[in-house]
């Protein structure tokens, strides 16, 4: 399977992207290819909302949006990574969320498989709420198929992140179909 991971955090050794490399390690062992694109150290800019790419074409901007669209297209699994951010993604993460409208039929088209992971400095009750809730919404309006999400609470540093959720994130990789 190829797979894509999008991860988006200005920490390039952060809790986001620790967990991330775990995933990453148990796709690899599995056999499945992947390739990674780091929105926090790309060149990509906002949607424009001008409309020009008819939400299905290619758009206008002269960035990495459409390479990375491309790669969306064409690969069998997203994984979509953030820190959280006042309860949501990374504007990092939101700013290629909005760079889909280009794409969206054909997003929508592929059914794509789709995991999260996310992490968070609180480990309170209400931390991950909004962003579970965002990640319900698109994968249920971009057609995806989900395949887990990690929402790791309590991990604002590196040695913060509890055991489990390293594991998890291992196991989430090792086991993709
Ligand atoms: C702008 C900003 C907003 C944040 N908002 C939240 C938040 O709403 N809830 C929370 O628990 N942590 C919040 N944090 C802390 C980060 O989510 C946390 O440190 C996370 O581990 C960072 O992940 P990273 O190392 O992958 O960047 C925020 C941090 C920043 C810089």
């Given at each position: 399977m190829n797979v894509l991971v999008i991860k988006s955090s200005p920490?390039?050794?952060?809790t986001s992207n620790t967990i991330t490399d775990k995933f990453i390690k148990g796709a690899i062992d599995a056999g499945h290819s992947v390739e990674t694109y780091d929105i926090a150290r790309g060149n990509l800019h906002p949607?424009?909302?001008?409309d020009r790419c008819g939400m299905n074409w290619l758009c206008?901007?002269?960035?990495d949006g459409n390479y990375v669209l491309d790669k969306i297209i064409k690969c069998d699994c997203l994984v979509l990574v953030t820190p959280v951010y006042y309860f949501g993604v990374s504007a990092q993460l939101k700013m290629l969320i909005d760079r889909f409208y280009a794409r969206n039929g054909e997003i929508t088209a592929k059914h794509l498989k789709v995991v999260y992971i996310a992490a968070a400095w609180n480990d309170d009750n209400i931390v991950m709420e909004a962003i579970s809730k965002h990640f319900d919404i698109l994968t249920s309006y971009l057609k995806m198929n989900e395949i887990g999400r990690i929402l790791a609470k309590?991990?604002?540093?590196p040695s913060m992140i509890k055991k489990h959720y390293l594991d998890e994130a291992y196991e989430l990789g090792n086991n993709l179909k």
């Open positions: 920490h390039l050794s952060g949607c424009l909302g001008c206008v901007q002269k960035d309590g991990a604002g540093t």
